[in-house]
């Protein structure tokens, strides 16, 4: 497992690769103690992606994120993994579930405009700011 400065990006983490393990048994019958090369595999790009994501703790799920960091194969791999796994989750890791709930009503700010948003303030007039 990658090592994650954030609790967040960890838990996130480890609930990318509970759904990949429900995936990997149900869809590849070799694997019934470990995920197969290939979902390990795509499990190690999805912690590449995590660790490189620009949101850090503030990071929205996949699904409301305004950046596709994936590249289109690992996208359609993802989505397949999350749609199958998705409703077997609250069954199989109840708390990882509720949480990645919760994390859907995150709000996030588009990069551009955070971006805009900071440049401004950094070019505001002192005078102003007191």
Known sequence: MAAFTSRRLAREHRTMAAMVRIYCVDHHPDAAAHPCPGCMGFLAYAAKRLEKCPYGDDKPTCARCPIHCYKRAQREQARAIMRHAGPRMAWRHPWLALRHMFDRFRRVEDP????????????EDPARRS
């Open 112 to 123: 551009m405009d955070r971006r805009q948003r900071l440049r401004a303030a950094q070019f």
